[in-house]
């Protein structure tokens, strides 16, 4: 499975574009323009699975700081104060990562 079996790959590019300035990534905004936050449940919890490298049932700090580039091999990092704000945005259970229901409430509120 790829993230352009569930979102067209246009949209996330323009996605990935609109965030290339450091310290200018907003989850929502990504979320919103890539066409994720229209997805259904089962969709959201796809694109999870293919976030999590490490199949641990969690996105780490350290997964989460090339995110962008999940989406676009060859795209920026996310810098520290993004990756902390994403974390903090999703982490109801403050275990300092995301799970996949945590990614979801995420993604789909």
Do not use: H, W
């Amino acid at each position: 499975m790829s993230l352009t079996s569930i979102l067209s790959a246009e949209a996330i590019e323009n996605a990935v574009k609109d965030c290339q300035a450091p310290d200018s990534f907003s989850y929502k905004k990504f979320f919103q323009l890539c066409g994720l936050s229209s997805k259904t449940p089962q969709e959201v919890k796809n694109v999870f699975q293919i976030l999590d490298e490490d199949n641990s049932g969690y996105i780490e700090e350290s997964e989460l700081k090339y995110f962008l580039q999940r989406f676009v091999p060859g795209a920026r990092t996310l810098t520290e104060a993004e990756t902390k704000s994403f974390i903090s945005a999703a982490d109801d259970d403050n275990d300092g990562r995301i799970g996949a229901e945590e990614f979801q409430t995420m993604v789909l509120s």
